[in-house]
């Protein structure tokens, strides 16, 4: 029995560790290694039999040099330590991507009134829809101001001009949609000059057409 503190004599008021230690073998007469082997075990560090515990293999403490010791006891205290997540919340934020907003349409300086104006054109051909508004603002440039390619522009002014509604969120949609029939072609970015077929269908309006 082994008693460790710093008081003597008993005094004081810090606290006392006491070790008790029994060991009882079986040997042959003689057989000494046995007796160093048991001895030898009964004194291994706990460190090294929370280590065996753990599936991390040991040797005997004779056999174990002092880096060995200390890198058992860091493994303990990994080994207690919580997982590192590694996460990919960078990855996960990607923002959806943002379609582009139209273009507004803008008022330009052309002449309406000349003979023969886009008004007394318009009241011709009285189209009844968006489709065939522009198709008809296309021919009248063509036909009555030499401007083979019009752009969104063209046709806000002439709307504008004569009260067509403008409520359209993507004024430029309509042009592609004839260019998609082949009423107009495409001459350049935004740009849409009107075709002998879409000439032909402006030439239907005002002889019965109510489509």
Not at 168 to 197: C, M, T, W
Request: aromatic share 6%; with cysteine.
């Amino acid at each position: 029995m082994a008693r460790s503190g710093n008081n003597k004599g008993g005094g004081g008021n810090g606290p006392s560790r006491v070790r008790f230690i029994m060991l009882e073998a079986d040997l042959a007469d003689g057989d000494f290694s046995q007796i160093t082997q048991a001895i030898t075990n009964a004194l291994r560090p706990t460190t090294i039999v929370q280590q065996r515990l753990l599936g991390v293999p040991v040797g005997t403490s004779s056999e174990m040099s002092d880096l060995e010791e200390e890198t058992l006891v860091d493994a303990e205290i990994d080994e207690a330590s919580p997982p590192v997540e590694i996460g990919t919340r960078a990855a996960n934020k990607s923002s959806p991507a943002r379609s582009k907003k139209p273009r507004s349409p803008l008022v330009i300086d052309v002449d309406l009134n000349s003979p023969l104006s886009f008004n007394e054109f318009a009241n011709q051909k009285s189209p009844k829809n968006d489709a065939k508004r522009y198709l008809t603002v296309a021919a009248w440039f063509k036909l009555h101001r030499s401007v083979d390619a019009i752009t969104q522009d063209h046709v806000y002014t002439c709307f504008r001009a004569v009260g067509w509604q403008t409520a359209i969120a993507d004024f430029d949609s309509p042009l592609r949609g004839l260019a998609k029939r082949q009423l107009v072609n495409r001459a350049g970015k935004g740009e849409y000059a009107i075709n002998h077929l879409g000439i032909a269908e402006v030439d239907k309006l005002g002889n019965g057409d109510t489509d």
